[in-house]
T-cell receptor, first 112, second 117 residues
Framework: GDSVTQMEGPVTLSEEAFLTINCTYT??????LFWYVQYPGEGLQLLLK?????DKGSNKGFEATYRKETTSFHLEKGSVQVSDSAVYFC???????????FGTGTRLLVSP | NAGVTQTPKFQVLKTGQSMTLQCAQD?????MSWYRQDPGMGLRLIHY???????DQGEVPNGYNVSRSTTEDFPLRLLSAAPSQTSVYFC????????????????FGPGTRLLVL
């Protein structure tokens, strides 16, 4: 079945450091891919998405490119802030089963 | 727009008790779903609905029932609570299911934290 694998955390960075959180997926067909973010005590909210190969999603300085050849959707940000501290979830949408398949989440901790 | 709302925010149950977790959305979304979030396991789909009167099982449906009598509401029922159902429950909705569903953003509620003793 479909699955999403993302790097285990926590990822600990200093402010202004470069961020990469790896995400790979397995799926039949070509799923849409998403990054969701969960701030402490809150629900998930969409960070960015890409719906076809080579699409780049971007938002709030975060970027991710849909790479079909490597089945990857890695999240990057050039300069993280303390306010970026959160849990980040990679997900793919399985059209056949009408559901989002989530990775296990990666906690990001940014220190001043 | 209130978006997706969930009640209660927190609940403690004893083993064997029943309860209903409420979920409502005011965005006229066709698709609604329930997930549970457990440490180290991400979010897992419990049940989902592609429209009023239509529901289906997700990955972990056992011990839970749902119904969808209106577009707005999608309650989740625990028939006989067990400690294994201790979790954080999230309801989500999205705009469509026909053709364009794969592109649609899902909007999540704030969650219900459930503790079963």
């Amino acid at each position: 079945g479909d699955s999403v694998t993302q790097m285990e955390g926590p990822v600990t960075l200093s402010e202004e450091a470069f961020l990469t959180i790896n995400c790979t997926y397995t799926a039949t067909g070509y799923p849409s891919l998403f990054w969701y973010v969960q701030y402490p005590g809150e629900g998930l909210q969409l960070l960015l998405k890409a719906t076809k190969a080579d699409d780049k999603g971007s938002n709030k300085g975060f970027e991710a490119t849909y790479r079909k050849e490597t089945t990857s959707f890695h999240l990057e940000k050039g300069s993280v802030q303390v306010s970026d501290s959160a849990v980040y979830f990679c997900a793919s949408f399985n059209t056949g089963f009408q559901k989002l398949v989530f990775g296990t989440g990666t906690r990001l901790l940014v220190s001043p | 727009n209130a978006g997706v709302t969930q009640t209660p925010k927190f609940q403690v149950l004893k083993t064997g008790q029943s309860m209903t977790l409420q979920c409502a959305q005011d965005m006229n979304h066709e698709y609604m779903s329930w997930y549970r979030q457990d440490p180290g396991m991400g979010l897992r789909l419990i049940h989902y609905s592609v429209g009023a009167g239509i529901t289906d099982q997700g990955e972990v449906p056992n011990g839970y029932n749902v119904s969808r009598s209106t577009t707005e509401d999608f309650p989740l029922r625990l028939l006989s609570a067990a400690p294994s159902q201790t979790s954080v429950y999230f309801c989500a909705s999205s705009r469509g299911t026909s053709g364009g569903a794969r592109q649609e953003t899902q909007y999540f509620g704030p969650g219900t934290r459930l503790l079963v003793l």
